[in-house]
């Protein structure tokens, strides 16, 4: 049975070409984007609604309510329950998404030390004193890779890392899993590329899409929800702009404005952590991406 992973930045289209390969190969779809996993965020997470997924069934929408916080360990363990459930089934299976750090923990395994509360604590406490932004500050002297690859925005994970480096003695990147200790050696990964300046214009005209769709209503009804109250979720690209609108902390315009740009970095990370995994095929827009996969996968 097949496992094929479709990744790569924020709107390169990676849903539309895991639906295409999914009807082609008789498989199920496994949702690796971390905002999709929540009830209720649908147009600020690019989610496809029930009408758009074609019949084929999605796993891992829709799991968690916006109050609860999600876990790479936790992905990682329903992720892999999933991929042998389906293969059982006689099916293959299509992971697509962006957040890089699940689809390694899906593929491969995990080092992370348990939790220490003493060393939580005390990062904590630094961010309540300091601010956040020095914390993020300490990561880039400690762990430049580790920053490229966290949202400086996350606090969460910025003080996870940097209790991994104070557990461990080493940079946070050197407990990720190792390429060869994968679970999954036949897994076949494909990486969705685009013109800097392409993207730019797409993740522009997706924002402003999503303003159109509702966005801010949807925000609006996640907040009597309980969205305040989930670390994870308020930040997320986006929804946190809205909150900030909604606070007085900035206009319309701007929170809308915010939303771009922080998607246009969140983007490059995208890219740079994904540059950094030899396994995967890049394939241009410039080429018919469904045959190019197709003819790999086939090969």
């Known amino acids: 049975m097949k496992l094929i992973v479709i990744c790569g930045a924020t709107a390169t289209g990676k849903s539309d070409i895991a639906l295409q390969i999914a009807r082609e190969i008789n498989a199920e779809i496994i949702n690796a984007d971390?905002?999709?996993?929540?009830?209720?965020?649908?147009?600020?997470?690019?989610?496809?609604?029930?009408?758009e997924r074609q019949g084929?069934?999605?796993?891992?929408?829709?799991v968690l309510h916006v109050k609860q916080d999600s876990t790479v360990?936790?992905?990682?363990?329903?992720?892999r329950a999933l991929v042998t459930e389906i293969h059982a089934r006689g099916k293959n299976v299509v992971v697509v998404g962006g957040t890089g750090l699940y689809i390694k923990a899906l593929l491969d395994d995990l080092n992370f030390p348990d939790t220490d509360p003493a060393v939580r604590e005390?990062?904590?406490?630094?961010?309540?004193?300091?601010?956040a932004h020095s914390l993020y500050e300490k990561l880039q002297q400690l762990d430049p890779a580790a920053a490229l690859a966290i949202d400086r925005a996350n606090t969460r994970r910025v003080i996870r890392a940097l209790e991994v480096i104070e557990i461990t003695g080493k940079p946070f990147t050197a407990n990720l899993p190792r390429e060869d200790s994968t679970q999954y050696p036949d897994a076949?990964?494909?990486?969705?590329?685009?013109?800097?300046?392409?993207?730019?214009?797409r993740i522009d005209q997706r924002v402003d899409q999503m303003w159109e769709k509702g966005f801010v209503a949807e925000v609006d009804a996640l907040i009597k929800d309980g969205i305040l109250e989930g670390v994870t979720a308020q930040r997320a690209i986006g929804y946190s702009s809205i909150i900030a609108m909604r606070d007085g902390k900035m206009s319309e315009e701007q929170a809308q404005e915010e939303t771009?740009?922080?998607?246009?970095?969140?983007a490059r990370r995208q890219e740079t952590w994904f540059s950094r995994d030899a396994r995967i095929n890049w394939i241009s827009p410039k080429s018919d991406r469904f045959e190019t996969i197709m003819q790999k996968i086939n090969s």
């Open 56 to 62: 084929i069934l999605h796993h891992l929408l829709d």
């Open 188 to 201: 076949l990964q494909f990486g969705l590329v685009m013109d800097r300046e392409l993207l730019r214009d």
């Open 122 to 131: 005390k990062l904590e406490a630094e961010a309540l004193e300091f601010g």
């Open 34 to 51: 971390s905002m999709q996993l929540y009830r209720g965020m649908d147009i600020g997470t690019a989610k496809l609604a029930e009408s």
């Open 260 to 266: 771009k740009r922080a998607t246009r970095q969140y």
């Open 73 to 79: 360990a936790w992905y990682q363990e329903r992720a």
